[in-house]
């Protein structure tokens, strides 16, 4: 069965500092990746995704992340942080045959910006 | 800006009320889904609905029950809820059940009482 580990329940980042959040992943063959965003009290907005070839992904807000088979990870990155990149974000991994139904989100990492 | 529509924001409503929540999606998406999201939780699936085809989380209660009246409209009919349903619903579509990336609408927040 597949699965996904966000390690970080909470990270806090100084405004402008650079971010990096972490997924790893399980799944036994190639999968399909994603990155959500959420902000408190709305739904879920995509940042980006990884279904094949270039394995460094570009997204919405500056967003980037990686794709490591070798590690089994799929790490989220910003260069510089904004007060408005504060929020709840998820990482989702779902099999190329199992549709977009059958996505598995991670538990989430609260990310706070210090000013 | 998004373009799967829930409607309300909020409900509050009571055990022995029968309320619904919509959702309508403006993309010519061929699935939809229901999510249930509590407070610092992921989204679990509820629901999905594509190809005039109901697919139903088993752990689902059937107070819960969904309906499609078109493949653009997704219903969630509420009976008998329990204070423990009080959470976040998402509706969410993608192009094709086997294909793509969940779109989310911005939630409905029910509280039940």
């Known amino acids: 069965a597949q699965s996904v580990t966000q390690p970080d329940i909470h990270i806090t980042v100084s405004e402008g500092a650079s971010l990096e959040l972490r997924c790893n992943y399980s799944?036994?063959?190639?999968?399909?990746l994603f990155w959500y965003v959420q902000s408190p009290g709305q739904g879920l907005q995509l940042l980006l995704k990884?279904?094949?070839?270039?394995?460094l992904v570009q997204g919405i807000k500056g967003f980037e992340a990686e794709f490591k088979r070798s590690q089994s990870s799929f790490n989220l990155r910003k260069p510089s942080v904004h007060w408005s990149d504060a929020a709840e974000y998820f990482c989702?991994?779902?099999?190329?045959?199992?549709?977009?139904?059958?996505?598995?989100f991670g538990k989430g990492t609260h990310l706070i910006i210090q000013p | 800006d998004t373009e799967v529509t829930q409607t309300p924001k909020h409900l509050v409503m009571g055990m022995t009320n029968k309320k619904s929540l919509k959702c309508e999606q403006h993309?010519?998406?061929?699935?939809m889904y229901w999510y249930k999201q509590k407070a610092k939780k992921p989204p679990e699936l509820m629901f999905v609905?594509?190809?005039?085809?109901?697919?139903i989380n088993e752990s689902v209660p059937s107070r819960f029950s969904p309906e499609c009246p078109n493949s653009s409209l997704l219903n969630l009919h509420l009976h008998a809820l329990q204070p423990e349903d009080s959470a976040l619903y998402l509706c969410?579509?993608?192009?094709?059940?086997?294909?793509?990336?969940?779109?989310f609408g911005e939630g409905s927040r029910l509280t039940v009482l």
């Open positions: 990884y279904f094949s070839g270039d394995t």
């Open positions: 993309m010519g998406h061929r699935a």
């Open positions: 969410a579509s993608s192009r094709d059940r086997f294909v793509g990336e969940l779109f």
């Open positions: 799944y036994g063959a190639t999968p399909y």
């Open positions: 609905y594509s190809y005039e085809k109901l697919s």
């Open positions: 989702a991994v779902g099999s190329s045959g199992g549709g977009a139904d059958g996505l598995t």
